[in-house]
């Protein structure tokens, strides 16, 4: 179980990320918590940039050495999520930018309607969107994060800001609200632990 970020890292991470061309996948991938095959598996056709909203339909996974675009997990996964206003102006400007880059693009282009695809429109290898983010905690000064703490990132902050857990749970997709209080747990050890502090100062 991997830990969430401070607010000021992902703050960092996403000013490293200005003016790359997947900038906006970080914007997702910090405030709506898509899992790396689903960040790479996004269509437009599942973004409604009108209503501002998203639907997690499908992700993208390499099995047996071939890349597979695949249901997402449950049907939990079904749900039409909003968009919060950062992360629908992320997408606006970056459907502005690939239609610029499409049309440079032209010759080798394959379109697959696809969010974020590689700098030809096909899918993107999910290695490679690891590499990208490798480089990019490197830029931000955070050398051991990992893509997926973005993930539990969402899930730990919401739960901190008092959103019921099964409200986190519909966000972040997950099966069981079981799994949303574990990463949560897991998150908030640091909490409880000064939280105990005081107690023990109180005792003492």
Do not use: C
């Amino acid at each position: 179980m991997g830990k969430g970020l401070s607010v000021d890292q992902v703050r960092k991470i996403l000013a490293a990320s200005a003016g790359h061309r997947l900038h906006a996948l970080y914007v997702v991938a910090a405030t709506m918590g898509l899992r790396r095959g689903e960040l790479v598996g996004l269509r437009w056709s599942d973004v409604d940039l009108d209503e501002g909203t998203l639907r997690v339909q499908q992700t993208v996974q390499r099995v047996a050495g071939q890349l597979h675009v695949l249901d997402a997990k449950t049907e939990d996964s079904e749900a039409v999520l909003p968009l919060p206003e950062v992360t629908w102006l992320a997408l606006l400007e970056h459907q502005e930018r690939q239609q610029g880059e499409r049309a440079a693009l032209a010759e080798v282009w394959q379109d697959h309607g696809l969010v974020f695809p590689s700098e030809r429109g096909t899918p993107m290898e999910p290695t490679n969107l690891s590499r990208s983010f490798a480089r990019l905690r490197e830029t931000a000064g955070l050398p051991g994060v990992r893509l997926h703490d973005l993930r539990h990132t969402v899930v730990s902050l919401l739960m901190e800001l008092g959103v019921p857990p099964h409200v986190v749970q519909a966000i972040a997709r997950h099966a069981d609200v079981k799994i949303t209080l574990k990463v949560y747990a897991h998150a908030n050890l640091d909490a409880m632990r000064q939280a105990l502090g005081k107690l023990d100062g109180r005792l003492s």
